[in-house]
């Protein structure tokens, strides 16, 4: 399970001194956590992604900002944080095959324009999944749906 992996990987990362892959870590780990404690549930591995894959996305976004200031220590500490979270998610799919599958989704859902847009969305968010982002997906439909 993945919840045993991150804290076998937070002990590593604790004798190893390496003190980024840490925080990383317990930040994941953090919010795991409170998610569990708000919703009083236990968050299953699919859930555990969504939440990394937001902590990811919250740090590419914030990674324009960081390089509009020129703080290159921050901005190689965002891309270290972003590359340690990427090893948790499953593989990211290429455009090509993001295109791939919501073509398909699109034939599934007999969707002809702009107006089908959000059941397209919302089919491609459950089949894709964290292997690629929201705005990608997000892109490609307006593409394909013009």
């Known amino acids: 399970m993945l919840k045993e992996k991150l804290l076998a990987d937070l002990k590593n990362c604790m004798k190893d001194k390496n003190v980024v892959r840490k925080n990383v870590i317990q930040m994941v780990r953090a919010a ?3 998610v569990e404690k ?3 549930i236990t968050l299953d591995d699919n859930q555990i992604i969504d ?4 902590e990811s996305k919250k740090r590419k976004d914030s990674l324009s900002d960081y390089e509009k200031s020129g703080r290159q220590d921050l901005i190689n500490e965002i891309k270290e944080e972003i590359e340690i979270l990427a090893e948790y998610l499953p593989k990211q799919l290429s455009i090509e095959e993001v295109e791939t599958i919501v073509k398909q989704i699109i034939k599934e859902e007999d969707a002809t324009s702009m107006k ?4 397209v969305m919302k ?3 459950e089949k894709i999944g964290a292997s690629s982002d929201g705005r990608t997906i997000n892109e490609i ?6």
């Open 32 to 34: 795991i956590l409170q």
């Open 38 to 40: 708000d919703k009083q």
């Open 51 to 54: 939440i990394i894959a937001k």
């Open 116 to 119: 089908d847009m959000g059941k």
């Open 123 to 125: 089919a491609a968010k």
């Open 141 to 146: 439909v307006k593409k394909l749906l013009a």
